[in-house]
């Protein structure tokens, strides 16, 4: 399985962008896919996750703002980031829960 993670940019604050996590495998798109973000000497964390009954979960600092969803005929999970703070900036990674497989990560930074 692999994920091919895109869509991020500079953003000014308040803007907005969508990540998009390609699965090579319809299998893997379409079961438990998660978005995570990392900042240089932190650990990883949770952003979105989303179920294969589509149940989605958001952190605390996010909801609200992140909506995660998926294209099943693209084999695709999206991320859409709307009211973007400075605190979001991070490199995001997209992660396939059933086969623990991640993306390569995408750098988002938002700035003015």
């Known amino acids: 399985v692999q994920l091919q993670a895109s869509g991020g940019g500079l953003v000014q604050p308040g803007g907005s962008l969508r990540l998009s996590c390609a699965a090579s495998s319809r299998i893997a798109s379409r079961n438990v896919m998660g978005w995570y973000r990392q900042v240089p000497g932190k650990q990883r964390d949770m952003v979105a996750t989303i179920s294969t009954g589509d149940t989605t979960n958001y952190a605390d600092s996010v909801k609200g703002r992140f909506t995660i969803s998926r294209d099943n005929a693209k084999n695709t999970v999206y991320l859409q980031m709307n009211s973007l703070k400075p605190e979001d900036t991070a490199v995001y990674y997209c992660?396939?829960?059933?086969?623990?497989?991640w993306g390569q990560g995408t750098q988002v930074t938002v700035s003015s």
């Open positions: 992660k396939s829960l059933m086969y623990n497989v």
